[in-house]
């Protein structure tokens, strides 16, 4: 079965769309199919081995053409090898360094006209992917990576006459960060369009359920295949570290909790008296997050935390998981309806046990690999005390490690992901020999 994966890159951070996207296509590679992840808007930023082949497929709808088209209707014309330089790969990692700086108008107007693609102002790009998809890459079926490439399905079933399948991820924050009217409109779009899709799958049963109910779904209208990563790796270390550390990894930023985790752990040392826990922070960083990061190294400075606490921004694979093997605890604290938290799975594959918000997608994640447990979303005195009763626990510390290891093994790896992906797509695809 021929496979092709439009993955919406982010260009200058880690995504966990596009590394879910990249795992579950080595993994179906791997097992006889042929599969092709074509980066939409900006290059995908990965922490590990990329597809084989990726490095030849263009990027299609590059930020910088998209912004122009929207903008410039001159741009609308222009010549293919004038649009190829734009979407020079260096040209757009600067871009998205400076993503930052797009007013909240320019990305209302753009989220509707991608929503709208295929009779709005970027036409032209649409066909340039049309033509690639029939003339060079022919697929049997094709992946959006989330429901904001939902104005795609109905050319491309029309088009390609192949089955579309549809992932949602993470949509309602965006969304729901739009200024108005933007906001309102593009949800109207959104839930007319994704009822274009041959499936709609979801990371959690949480996030089908929140995502049918926001667009007025039918019942059982989105399927679940659970997230999983390459365990290739991962594995927890010998021993436990000498020093009690707690860990965040995720992008650093307001909405994945930062702010809470910082205050829990000045209450954990300041309210609750302890004396020798570590705070190591890490996870992506963009030009837009630093004045936070300011903010919250100023604070820990404040409360004398300044040399109990360090921060680790940009980590590689390796990296990353030398990070999540010297730590006791993982949490990120998340203010927004999380989809899945791939950093969950990531910090039980190293046998690190979580401490989550009783909200979004963390108590299942929880209840299916036993590796944690939840507390009062936003409510840093109720995760420092937790911290607390955990750290002066270590066997129910190794105990929640052990079994959260063993069930990411059994439920969240590439290879589960993909099993599940295969029998959701089985109604209507047929492998080739």
């Known amino acids: 079965m021929k496979i092709v994966f439009l993955t919406a890159g982010t260009g200058s951070y880690y995504c966990g769309a596009c590394m879910r996207d990249n795992a579950l296509a080595r993994e179906l590679l791997r097992s006889g199919h042929e599969v092709t992840i074509a980066p939409m808007y900006l290059p995908m930023i990965l922490d590990e081995t990329s597809l084989a082949g990726s490095e030849n497929v263009p990027v299609f709808f590059g930020g910088i053409n998209v912004y122009l088209q929207q903008k410039i209707p001159l741009f609308r014309k222009t010549p293919a090898a004038f649009d190829r330089l734009l979407n020079s790969t260096g040209l ?8 930052h700086m797009t007013s909240a108008r320019d990305l209302g107007e753009m989220t509707l006209a991608m ?40 050319e491309l079933r029309h088009r390609l006459q192949v089955p579309v399948v549809m992932f949602f991820q993470g949509e309602d924050s965006f969304l729901d960060n739009l200024a108005e009217p933007y906001r309102s409109k ?27 109910g926001r667009l007025g779904l039918a019942a059982n209208a989105i399927e679940v295949v659970s997230n999983g990563i390459q365990l290739e790796g991962y594995g927890a270390p010998p021993s436990s570290p000498a020093t009690p550390t707690i860990g965040f990894l995720a992008r650093i930023c307001r909405d994945k909790g930062i702010e809470i985790a910082v205050d829990a752990f000045i209450a954990l040392t300041r309210d609750l008296g302890d004396r020798s826990a570590r705070l190591r922070i890490g996870g992506a960083v963009t030009a837009g997050d630093e004045p936070l990061i300011r903010e919250l190294k100023q604070r820990l400075a404040s409360a004398g935390l300044t040399d109990r606490t360090e921060w680790c921004p940009n980590l590689t694979r390796e990296e990353k ?22 950093y969950v799975i990531e910090a039980l594959a190293c046998g690190v046990p979580v401490v989550q918000p009783d909200t979004a997608a963390f108590p299942e994640l929880v209840a299916a690999t036993g590796g944690g447990l939840c507390v009062p979303p936003r409510d840093s005195q109720a995760l420092a005390r937790a911290w607390r009763d955990l750290l002066s626990d270590p066997k129910r510390c190794a105990k929640l490690g052990r079994e959260g290891r063993l069930s990411v093994e059994k439920h969240f790896s590439a ?4 099993d599940q992906f295969c029998r959701a797509t089985a109604r209507f695809t047929h492998p080739k020999v």
């Open 92 to 99: 757009l990692k600067w871009a998205a360094r400076h993503s």
């Open 415 to 418: 290879q589960t992901m993909a």
């Open 321 to 342: 998981i030398n990070f999540l093997r010297s730590l006791t605890l993982f949490s990120v604290p998340t203010t927004y309806p999380e989809a899945f938290g791939l």
């Open 186 to 212: 593009a949800w109207r779009a959104l839930g007319a369009r994704v009822r274009t899709a041959d499936l709609l799958l979801a990371p959690t049963r949480f996030y089908a359920d929140f995502m049918r």
């Open 115 to 154: 929503l709208e693609v295929d009779s709005g102002p970027l036409r032209k790009e649409l066909d340039k992917l049309l033509e690639w998809l029939i003339h060079i890459e022919k697929p049997d079926v094709i992946c959006l990576s989330n429901a904001m490439l939902a104005g795609f399905a109905t």
